[in-house]
């Protein structure tokens, strides 16, 4: 009997611990969380640079892997949708990681074409992750699609990262590939990453994502979502008003989901010109 | 004050230099080949200190010599040193944004001489005002002329009008006689034929009569009118008239004065012709007399022309309506006599007595001599050998005049001794410590009495000079040349520190090295070096043991404007012009750099890169290899950057044209800036002619992205987020191999410039572009 108290006892105490340490964790992860949407950039700032646009984010958990970023120099305003390896608390480290290096290779406020800064990201990284191409070496790093974007002259560059750049225009969507390789160490010996440069014209719709929306499993098999139909929604709803479009994303995507778990971080950023 | 630039005109050889800087180190040499007008250069330069002219400098026409000299100076030495009167608007501000001043001094054709401020705003500044001033007199006189006319006017028409009077009355007087007549005719000729003529005759002598006395009357009332008028001018223009008699009293004491100065002139002409003494004796006089009549007219004109200034400004005033007490008081107070601006001159002498001190050394006066008359020395006869080195002997020693009154001859030899003693002992320290030498000279000098052997100065007193080393005792002109020179040279400095160690000075040396053995001649440049900080030194030399290779940028080279022929005019060629100047100009920087590598293959008169290293020359001649350029590029590496400005000088002596190519690092700005200032002096166009800094380069690498870095020369995949050269310095990578093995590993596997990413691509070919936009 005495042993059976005891057991329950210590059960007891080590449910507590379990909880309290828990409980501490949370909060720990709450209070991180507050710190990663203050490195964010605030909606002020983003509709004084961006005008017309939404921002569909859904972070898997208390903290995400994904962040979005942007950076206002003379003309030009360079905005990147990031997506870091994992998610959660590993990915929240790597993505302040990554708001670090971006602000710090723009820091000398000179102009800088979206695939240097690529390029440039990608040697930070590496040196900060130790990556040297070897076996067996950790392969972390992040997809990015990150553009520079001329409001006067309607100039837009893009470079990708694991990365597509959506653009609708005259009732048809177009897509321009990134380079099939990440910020980070990967099994290919690094190259430059590719520069687009793209003329705008007025009421194009650009739209930079994470894999998160597309990857999603649910609907009534359990699938993923997948890029064609994700474009087809794009399409079908872009004559909408921006915030209405995030509205419909988001619906679209809870429908999709279901009960089934949300798998990875999600973001969505859509550009009215 | 620095003296930084100079230019001559009309100097013996030199018709205009044009302005010529001076080495910024504050060594400057000329070379030049015989008769070139190297000495012409240091002459005129001293003569511009001292006012002193020869004829013989005069050119073929006899045009007037002008030496300007300018100054660096801090704009708030010119506040403090003309503080007494103004500067005319413009001057103070130019010479604070040159941040230099210029003076000229302009002979005259007796050779006189007066020194102005000048240099090209500054003098446009002084015209502009005087010309306010002229025409501000004018406008005064103007009025005052017309007001004197009015009044002349008005006189003349009184005159005209008294005169008209006159007439009138005499003929109302002659047709009052004449009507009795007519009246006694008309009674006389009654009844008769004539009757009645003699009645008309009658009427019509009444008639004339009335109107006579009609036109006296109006003539007597217009008079009247007439007289006030004059009068009421005469009173208003009795000032204006003061000043007109001023005037022409101030004129006149003009014309005096010119006269006066003509006459001494003329005799002072003569008396310089005169050879003999009792000949001179008796123009002397006159021409004393002369001399003090030219004073007296002098002091006579200058009170003409304050009284014909202040009668003027009365006048101007008092016909403006003031009353005549009030202007009076104005006038007081205003001293229009007096000038509240600075003249070019006055300005010009002021600032002239804070300028360097302009020191010639030259054999004849500043070597030490064997002995010189102490009556010499005292009484400043520059005409005997060795009176400036003596003279400096004394004011080193402190010696004045009555050192050798000392009644006791016992302390006076006691005196000497001491000197003696205490003036070896810093020369040798002098010697030793700045060039190195260990000889143990001494130096001695005594007074000594004419003996009766010498008739003409028996017993008058001399000093003597004795050069001791060892146990040997020789006068200076026995011992080498070398040891004499460095001796009074070092007298001048010691002499220099002990005038005024605040004024600065420029010593003018013509031919230091001449007949110095090489190494003398190498430890004259070594005391230039040690001099430098505090005295200026322009010299001129044949010898290539003058002339440090690694600084040609201190050489002015002088030569005729057609070469062999001396009567052509001089021309000066500086560091930024060297190259234009002739071989045999320059023979004395190739006899010291050796063979005229122009006349060789690997460097070329033109198109020459000088690289900070063997690394950039590796990866630059292998990148050239790659791509089609439309001029060719001589690459000219030094062995390591510290050599560069060594490789600039041998160019620059070779009279080969060349660009310098630097990184952002800071070895690389520094000598970027080094050659900016020493070689171009600032000038930006020759910047562009001869420097190329890759400022947002630090190295040669970060040219390359650091993609094709890892690729092409690292060979490893490793990030690096600091540039390519940061890296290679932090991880201690030996860059000469690097470059090596990239050299060699492009010509292995053929690599073609496009294999290289955009950004490589990019940066050389802005690299390319920008050497071939200055090359030729």
């Known amino acids: 009997m005495k042993k059976e108290d005891d057991f329950k006892l210590s059960f007891r105490l080590q449910k507590e611990e379990f909880e309290r340490q828990k409980k501490e964790m949370l909060e720990s992860i709450e209070y991180a969380s507050l710190i990663q949407a203050a490195l964010l950039p605030p909606t002020q700032q983003m509709n004084r640079f961006l005008g017309d646009h939404f921002i569909l984010y859904l972070p898997r958990d208390i903290v995400s892997g994904d962040f979005y970023w942007i950076f206002h120099m003379d003309d030009w305003v360079y905005l990147a949708v990031v997506d870091c390896t994992g998610h959660g608390v590993p990915g929240a480290l790597m993505s302040i990681l990554g708001i670090s290096f971006l602000n710090e290779i723009l820091s000398k406020k000179i102009f800088i074409k979206p695939n240097r800064i690529l390029n440039l990201l990608r040697e930070k990284v590496m040196k900060a992750l130790h990556q040297t191409g070897i076996h067996n070496e950790s392969k972390d790093g992040m997809d990015i699609g990150l553009i520079a974007y001329n409001s006067s002259t309607f100039d837009l560059q893009y470079a990708g990262a694991n990365n597509f750049l959506h653009f609708i225009r005259d009732k048809s969507i177009h897509q321009v590939k990134g380079d099939r390789m990440p910020i980070g160490v990967s099994g290919i010996e690094e190259n430059s990453f590719t520069n687009y440069p793209l003329r705008m014209k007025k009421n194009d719709i650009i739209y930079l994502f994470s894999d998160g929306f597309v990857d999603q499993f649910g609907g009534s098999k359990g699938k993923k979502f997948k890029y064609g139909p994700f474009e087809e929604l794009l399409f079908k709803h872009h004559t909408m008003p921006m915030g209405m479009q995030k509205d419909v994303l988001l619906d679209a995507f809870l429908d999709w989901k279901g009960d089934y778990d949300q798998v990875d971080d999600i973001l969505v950023l859509g550009l009215k010109i | ?776």
């Open chain 2, 1 to 776: 004050m620095k003296f930084i630039s100079f230019r001559i005109h009309n100097f013996r050889s030199i018709k205009d230099s044009g302005w010529n800087e001076l080495s910024p180190d504050n060594i400057t040499g000329i070379i030049g080949q015989n008769e070139s007008g190297k000495t012409s250069i240091l002459e005129a330069l001293s003569s511009f200190y001292s006012g002193t002219v020869s004829e013989d400098v005069l050119r073929g026409d006899m045009s007037i010599p002008v030496v300007s000299c300018c100054f660096e100076i801090d704009h708030r030495l010119i506040s403090k040193l003309l503080n007494e009167k103004e500067l005319p608007v413009g001057v103070f501000k130019q010479i604070k944004s040159s941040k230099s001043l210029c003076l000229t001094r302009i002979w005259d054709e007796d050779m006189g001489s007066r020194i102005e401020l000048s240099g090209p705003k500054v003098s446009n500044s002084f015209d502009k005002h005087n010309t306010a001033r002229t025409e501000h007199d004018l406008k005064l006189q103007k009025r005052i002329d017309k007001c004197l006319e009015k009044k002349d006017n008005a006189v003349s028409l009184l005159l005209n009008s008294e005169e008209q009077k006159k007439v009138l009355s005499l003929e109302v007087e002659r047709y009052k006689l004449l009507i009795p007549e007519a009246q006694k005719e008309s009674k006389m000729l009654k009844g008769t034929r004539e009757e009645k003529p003699a009645i008309t005759k009658l009427r019509k002598t009444k008639e004339k009569l009335e109107q006579a006395s009609a036109d006296l009357s109006k003539a007597k009332t217009e008079l009247e009118g007439l007289k006030k008028e004059a009068e009421a001018l005469t009173q208003n223009s009795k000032l204006a008239e003061s000043s007109r008699q001023a005037r022409i009293r101030f004129e006149n004491a003009h014309a005096e004065l010119d006269s006066a100065y003509q006459d001494l002139r003329d005799l002072q002409r003569i008396f310089n012709t005169i050879s003999y003494e009792i000949d001179r004796r008796g123009v002397k006089s006159e021409l004393d007399k002369l001399n003090d009549k030219y004073v007296k007219v002098l002091q006579e004109y200058d009170q003409a022309r304050e009284d014909d200034i202040l009668k003027r400004n009365l006048a101007y005033k008092v016909l403006g309506g003031v009353s005549q007490a009030a202007a009076e008081r104005e006038v007081r107070n205003e001293k229009p006599h007096i000038d509240p601006f600075y003249s070019r001159e006055e300005a010009g002498n002021i600032l002239f007595g804070y300028i360097p001190e302009f020191v010639f050394f030259e054999d004849f006066s500043s070597l030490l001599p064997n002995k010189i008359d102490l009556e010499d020395i005292l009484s400043g006869n520059k005409d005997v050998e060795g009176f400036r080195a003596a003279g400096n002997f004394l004011k080193v020693s402190g010696l004045t005049p009555r050192f050798f009154v000392e009644g006791s001859s016992r302390l006076l030899k006691q005196k000497i001794e001491k000197l003696n003693k205490d003036i070896t002992i810093d020369f040798q320290d002098f010697w030793r410590q700045k060039i190195g030498k260990r000889n143990k000279i001494t130096i001695n000098f005594e007074l000594e009495h004419y003996s009766q052997s010498h008739p003409d100065k028996s017993g008058f007193p001399y000093l003597e000079f004795w050069i001791r080393d060892k146990q040997e005792r020789l006068y200076p002109k026995q011992r080498s040349r070398g040891v004499r020179w460095f001796l009074s040279f070092y007298l001048e400095l010691k002499a220099a520190a002990v005038s005024d160690p605040d004024k600065g000075m420029v010593l003018l040396i013509d031919e230091p090295g001449l007949s110095l053995h090489a190494r003398a001649q190498e430890d004259v440049l070594k005391v230039f070096d040690y001099i430098k900080d505090k005295i200026q030194v322009l010299y001129s030399t044949h010898s290539p043991h003058l002339i440090d290779s690694k600084k040609i940028y201190r050489l002015l080279a002088v030569q005729r404007a057609i070469e062999d022929d001396d009567s052509s005019e001089t021309k000066i060629f500086n560091a930024k012009s060297l190259t234009e100047a002739s071989a045999d100009t320059l023979s004395p920087i190739y006899t010291l750099i050796g063979a005229r590598l122009s006349e060789q293959q690997y460097i070329r008169q033109k198109n020459n890169v000088i690289l900070e290293d063997i690394s950039t020359y590796y990866y630059l001649s292998t990148i050239l290899t790659m791509i089609e350029l439309k001029k060719e590029i001589y690459l000219l590496p030094a062995s390591n950057i510290s050599n560069v400005e060594t490789l600039v000088n041998l160019l620059l002596g070779w009279g080969l044209d060349f660009v310098v190519l630097t990184g952002g690092n800071p070895e690389g700005m520094e000598i970027f800036s080094d050659i900016k200032q020493n070689l171009c002096r600032g000038d930006q166009s020759l910047v562009r002619k001869y420097l190329i800094n890759m400022d947002q380069f630090q190295g040669i690498e970060d040219l390359f992205s650091t993609l094709d870095f890892k690729k092409f020369i690292l060979h490893q995949r490793v990030g690096i987020p600091e540039t390519n050269s940061e890296f290679l310095k932090e991880n201690r990578y030996s860059r000469a191999v690097l470059a090596s093995n990239f050299m060699n590993e492009v010509q292995d596997n053929n690599l073609k410039f496009g294999d290289f990413d955009e950004e490589t691509r990019d940066n050389f070919m802005w690299l390319f572009q920008k050497l071939e936009s200055v090359l030729y």
